[in-house]
């Protein structure tokens, strides 16, 4: 890919590390709030240790997967026996031209990962490893798919297998919008904010699969802010009730083949109490 943008994205000035990293520092907030009412619904009533009842199931075990569960809202989400979720069989969506409406993801299932409840689709991502989800369609869909998966296992991941994650799926921009590895003091940063959060799992006695296990909501819907197949802006939006929506835009770009994550082009976050034309159930 050319170090410029192609197509009519306006061109996004370079943003610093604190914007970015806020947001997924208070993801990371939530998730330990979780954990610790894990460990304190098991540890009340005296001595005798009670556990919290675990979602309910649907289906039976099949292949490389365990039985369902279903989320607040009744969507089915499944339970792969690898952590790290089951990517489906490349069956990308057709080449998308402006003007056309963009549809869901082709075939997309939810899994409940290591990270949470992530996407998984003929459009990708075709192979995961190591907090890596690699390989995408390039199409809005496609980019959709890396925005919510990179986003979720930057954000999730641990010091012990998270590097190949950083040297190969997250990047930033530089000043002329071109393609660089993320800085060492960005990287640094990064790897010390998983380190304290697995201190402080570990200090509860909480693995990260195991509070994992109790964000089992998914993203409801998607949005294409700007797509010129180089960059991509994606508004996804998290139910919270039947009349409000929490929503955040994520930014990828593709470079060396696939979509990159940019973890410092800062989150705009707002809610909706309803969604809009132009959004997309997935």
């Not at 365990?66 to 069956?91: A, F, K, Y």
């Not at 979720?152 to 590895?181: F, M, Y």
């Not at 959060?197 to 509860?204: D, F, I, N, R, V």
């Amino acid at each position: 890919m050319s170090g410029n943008n192609t197509g009519t994205t306006p061109p996004t000035p370079r943003i610093t590390f604190s914007a970015a990293w806020a947001g997924a520092a208070a993801f990371l907030a939530i998730i330990l709030v979780i954990a610790v009412t894990i460990m304190i619904s098991r540890n009340t009533g005296g001595n005798e240790e009670t556990k919290p009842a675990p979602p309910p199931e649907t289906g039976q075990p099949v292949g490389g997967f365990h039985s369902s569960i279903t989320d607040v809202w009744g969507n089915v989400i499944l339970r792969p026996v690898n952590p790290e979720g089951e990517p489906l069989n490349p069956n990308p969506s057709r080449d998308w031209e402006a003007g056309h409406p963009i549809t869901a993801p082709v075939a997309i299932e939810w899994q409940l990962t290591a990270y949470g409840a992530l996407p998984f689709s003929g459009d990708g991502p075709y192979e995961v490893a190591d907090c890596r989800a690699k390989g995408y369609s390039r199409t809005p869909q496609g980019a959709a798919l890396a925005a919510v998966q990179l986003r979720a296992r930057a954000s999730w991941c641990d010091s012990d297998s998270g590097e190949g994650l950083i040297d190969e799926q997250l990047v930033t921009l530089d000043a002329r919008n071109r393609v660089q590895p993320l800085e060492d003091l960005v990287r640094a940063r990064v790897i010390q904010g998983w380190r304290e959060h697995a201190t402080s799992l570990e200090a509860e006695g909480v693995t990260r699969s195991q509070a994992a296990q109790y964000v089992n909501y998914k993203y409801d819907a998607f949005r294409i802010e700007s797509f010129d197949r180089n960059r991509a802006a994606i508004d996804v939006a998290t139910r919270l009730s039947d009349h409000q929506w929490s929503v955040a835009r994520l930014h990828v770009v593709w470079h060396e083949g696939d979509w990159k994550y940019i973890p410092d082009a800062g989150e705009k976050q707002n809610h909706l109490n309803a969604l809009p034309e132009g959004w997309v159930q997935w």
